[in-house]
């Protein structure tokens, strides 16, 4: 033990020592305010004490980072799913859960720290997956690291180092997603080529009907009876079916998507009689739980993938100009009732309350590409246009 006085006129007391862990000298450092034998005994006991805390502090650490050089990805990512599952809805977390499975799957017996950046960034490139996909992955994968980081399960991300190439748009592309919704006209050729069994005029009335409100697919599938008002021709979107976590025979309810998706919408006509028909046709079967309204022959919920399947067929037999019936989809419903809305010249800040966007960068994208469409038509009009 050495000391040397300070500036101001205290004492600084050193000892050097020898760290196993990390297999060298380091040195540790007590203040006093003298240099008397009393003092220098002290610094001694108190030297000592910090030097055996530290020593001990280290050779945990050491033995923590031992442990942790042969834990493997899936003894991480178990306890991590469990972590998650408390923060998600059931819906969110099966559908996360399903992603990161498919991703980890061949490297889940892994050592966690010997991934490294190199096998992320194969997988992605060797993905056929789209760039809007590839991202969300990308997404998850972090999260799921940045977890392992905090907890102390590795010291660094792999995905921090993966690049994933910038969007390149054809005309094919672009021309896809212009178009990705029914015109007015577009819906009415649509609809000549619906189907005449019973399933079909169920899943008729239920395209129909999400062509007039905009409701998403699990909104419209979580639809009560308690939530219809005829009297006033409004319905309550409180909620949404939960078909990723569970069966669809289970009726299971979650919270809609965002806070802006609660809203009570006004209802036309149309969407009345719609209702009025279900009732009707509903009366005919045995339902499951007598509370929903597009139930299908089964008394069961409409299959959204038996809706979607439906959607093609339909749009193959009507052939629309321009239109790709491999990309119809529920969900086109959806961005076909905020083109309709826009036509109507309806302000882009009540559509997205409608429609319950929370980001109005969707709905941007629809607006914009109905209003070219529309100045297209004017100009039509004014061409030849004389007084």
């Known amino acids: 033990m050495f000391f040397k006085k300070l500036a101001n006129g205290k004492y600084r007391y050193y000892e050097k020592f020898y760290d196993e862990s990390e297999e060298k000298w ?7 305010t003298s240099k008397t034998r009393q003092a220098q005994g002290h610094a001694k006991l108190l030297l000592d004490k910090k030097i055996k805390t530290k020593l001990l502090e280290n050779s945990e650490k050491f033995q923590q980072k031992q442990v942790n050089l042969d834990i493997t990805l899936k003894e991480v990512y178990e306890e991590y799913q469990l972590f998650r599952k408390q923060e998600l809805k059931d819906s969110s977390f099966v559908k996360q859960r399903d992603i990161l499975d498919n991703i980890f799957r061949e490297i889940f017996d892994t050592a966690l720290h010997s991934i490294s950046s190199n096998f992320f960034q194969k997988y992605f490139i060797n993905s056929n997956c789209s760039l809007t996909y590839k991202r969300l992955q990308k997404t998850l994968i ?27 748009k054809s005309f094919e592309e672009v021309d896809k997603h212009r178009t990705k919704f029914f015109s007015k006209e577009e819906m009415n050729l649509f609809k000549l080529s619906f189907g005449n069994t019973q399933s079909e005029v169920r899943m008729n009335y239920m395209i129909e009907f999400m062509y007039y409100t905009g409701l998403r697919i699990g909104e419209v599938l979580a639809l009560m009876w308690e939530n219809v008002d005829m009297q006033n021709r409004t319905i309550n979107i409180k909620y949404n079916i939960d078909h990723h976590s569970t069966s669809l025979t289970d009726f299971k309810l979650t919270t809609p998507k965002t806070v802006t998706s609660y809203r009570l919408i006004s209802i036309n006509t149309k969407c009345i009689e719609i209702l009025d028909k279900m009732k009707q046709l509903n009366l005919k079967i045995e339902p499951k739980n007598t509370n929903f309204i597009f139930l299908n022959t089964a008394g069961n919920l409409i299959l959204p993938d038996a809706l979607n399947r439906y959607l093609k067929k339909v749009g193959k037999k009507a052939d629309i100009e321009n239109k790709n019936y491999h990309d119809f989809s529920s969900h086109m419903l959806r961005h076909s009732h905020i083109s ?25 994208q629809i607006y914009t590409h109905v209003t070219e469409k529309m100045k297209d038509v004017v100009d039509d009009k004014l061409k030849n246009f004389e007084i």
């Open 340 to 364: 309709l809305l826009t036509e109507l010249g309806i302000p882009i800040k009540v559509i997205m309350e409608r429609v319950g966007h929370k980001d109005e960068k969707t709905t941007i």
């Open 26 to 32: 380091k040195q540790a450092s007590v203040t006093l």
């Open 142 to 168: 972090n999260t799921f690291y940045k977890y392992a980081l905090k907890v102390g399960y590795t010291d660094f991300n792999p995905i921090d180092n993966v690049e994933l190439p910038k969007q390149r």
